[in-house]
């Protein structure tokens, strides 16, 4: 018995060692041993060997079915009022008074939103286009071929017997430096020092928790970065979105006051850097916000607040309304685009579905978390442009950059139902494709 316990005590410490010299020091001074992208290339190797045996298998097999695509309806592009006034027009109609064939435009238009509508599709997980080796994604491949069962099966083992414990010891150590090293910090007197310190803690700490993802992270045009007395805003897929830009650069976060351990490392934060943190009944008080906020940005000196406008997570295919609040603020917004690669690990947090602790879970028993950061660069509003355009073209830029869709749906449809408002946009463009053609009408019967 004592043996055993020796050998179990000799292979703790061995543990230890690894985790802390070979992995957290390197990580806390921003060091790679290059293990992660040799362990990223052989995944990439074997992926490709297992696409091209389903594909095999499925030719051998044909009941085996086949995943269905994202997309089943194919929508044709352009406005409403490009697609209203082109039939109108296909159909000779005089004039521009109402035709009871319109009303077959407007249910085609619901079919196709029932069959497969552009936003519920949005907070589901996207479907792959081959399977990844993972039983959450696609059950059905796993039984094609003994060979692909049996690195199935090794999957498994790995993913949860050696990089979960793995994983969690990395996050445990990563929340625990930065509960101990904010709240030491904090003691200290406000200069430029304990700004500085504050910063050290706060990299560091993300960046060992970036390894407890084994996070594999490519900055773009990063002369781009965010700048302090500025907002970045970015599209936001899941929690880690936070650890991934705090891996490059130091932020203060904007956000609700919580109770329990979250609430704890979020008083720790805030005694050594002026995060922005509001309790629920200031959350409520969209006047309270923007003034904390804006005085926040006036001070030229604090770090760049770090916010997504789109107030909900979205499944890394698109960006949705970016929230009027964000630009109303003033100063410097700086746009960043995320771009999450789906076929080692699945980001998207659908929260409706999982609960935080789920979704951790799940995420650290996938492969690994891949990931492209753009910094685009800095925008201001321009003269004549309100708040809702300004944020429509930051929008657009970060959807345009990240190879995303641009939506103009709000998120809040996740929950909520849809406002009256959006309905009578509706309705105000079917007004003006009939105001239009009367006007042209008009002025071709007018006499010369």
């Known amino acids: 018995m004592e043996d055993l316990w020796t050998v179990a005590v000799a292979v703790f410490q061995l543990w230890i060692f690894v985790v802390v010299f070979f992995i957290t020091l390197p990580a806390m001074f921003g060091l790679s041993l290059g293990v992660t992208s040799v362990y990223i290339q052989i995944l990439v190797k074997l992926l490709e ?174 002369e781009n970065r965010p700048q302090k007395g500025g907002i970045c805003v970015a599209n936001h897929t899941t929690p880690i979105d936070v650890v991934i830009l705090a891996n490059d650069g130091c932020y203060a976060m904007v956000g609700q006051i919580h109770g329990g351990l979250m609430g704890v490392i979020q008083r720790s934060m805030v005694r050594s850097c002026p995060h922005v943190w509001f309790e629920r009944s200031e959350m409520k008080d969209r006047h309270a916000v923007t003034s904390r906020l804006r005085a926040h940005v006036a001070a030229k000196t604090k770090l760049p607040i770090l916010i997504f406008p789109e107030g909900t997570c979205i499944n890394n295919t698109s960006v949705m309304m970016f929230k009027k609040g964000s630009f109303e603020i003033g100063g410097t917004i700086h746009p960043v685009a995320i771009k999450y690669d789906p076929r080692l690990g699945d980001a998207f947090w659908n929260s409706s579905k999982y609960n935080m602790v789920s979704y951790l879970l799940r995420t650290m028993t996938s492969w690994a978390i891949v990931v492209n950061v753009w910094y685009l660069p800095p925008m201001t509003i321009q003269d004549g442009e309100d708040a809702v355009q300004f944020a429509n073209r930051v929008k657009s830029a970060v959807a345009c950059r990240g190879g995303l869709l641009d939506l103009a749906w709000d998120g809040s449809l996740k929950r909520g139902k849809v406002k009256d408002a959006y309905k009578e946009e509706q309705q105000k463009m079917y007004s003006r494709v009939i105001v239009r053609q009367n006007s042209i009408s008009a002025t071709h019967t007018r006499p010369h």
């Open 49 to 222: 060997w297992a696409t091209i045996r389903i594909q095999r298998g499925r030719e051998e097999q044909p009941s085996v079915p086949a995943p269905l695509p994202n997309g089943i309806i194919e929508r044709a592009e352009g406005s409403m009022e490009e697609e209203m006034e082109q039939l109108r027009r296909s159909r000779s109609l005089e004039g521009g008074e109402f035709a009871l064939s319109d009303a077959l435009y407007f249910c085609k238009k619901g079919l196709e939103s029932i069959v497969d509508d552009q936003v519920t599709q949005r907070f589901s997980s996207e479907e792959l286009a081959s399977w990844n080796l993972l039983t959450r994604t696609n059950q059905n491949f796993r039984y094609i071929s003994l060979r692909l069962t049996i690195f199935w099966g090794i999957g498994v083992f790995v993913r949860y017997c050696v990089l979960f414990p793995l994983r969690i010891t990395l996050a445990i150590i990563g929340l625990s430096w930065l509960v101990i090293g904010t709240t030491l910090v904090g003691f200290l007197p406000e200069n430029s020092v304990k700004y500085w310190l504050s910063e050290v803690v706060h990299l560091t700490c993300y960046r060992i928790c970036a390894r407890a993802l084994s996070a594999t992270i490519r900055y773009h045009n990063k």
